[in-house]
C-alpha cells in the first residue's frame, strides 16, 4: 500500500484516479484474501482498517496541518 499510495500527498488527482487506486486496492485484497463478493471486500477492508483513498488523502492533509500550523506557533 506505501508503494501505491506514494505521490497521492503531492499530485492533484482527479475522481478518476481516485477510483482507479480504489479499484487497485480491491483488487490487492481480493487476490490476497481469495474473496467472492465486493461485500467480502468491503467488510475484510473494514475490520483490517484498510480506508480508500479519499480516507487517506484525508488524513494525510490534516497531518500536513496541524504540523505546519504547529510549526508557524513555534516559529512566531
Known amino acids: 500500500m506505501p508503494a501505491l499510495l506514494y505521490a497521492v500527498e503531492v ?16 483488487r490487492a485484497v481480493f487476490r490476497i484474501v481469495g474473496c467472492s463478493s465486493s461485500a467480502d471486500i468491503i467488510y475484510i477492508r473494514e475490520a483490517v482498517d484498510i480506508s ?25
Open 11 to 26: 499530485l492533484p488527482l482527479t475522481k478518476t484516479d481516485v477510483a482507479r487506486l480504489d479499484h487497485a486496492l480491491d
Open 52 to 76: 480508500g483513498v479519499t480516507g487517506y488523502i484525508w488524513h494525510a492533509a490534516r497531518n500536513f496541518q496541524s504540523r505546519y500550523f504547529t510549526w508557524c506557533i513555534l516559529n512566531l
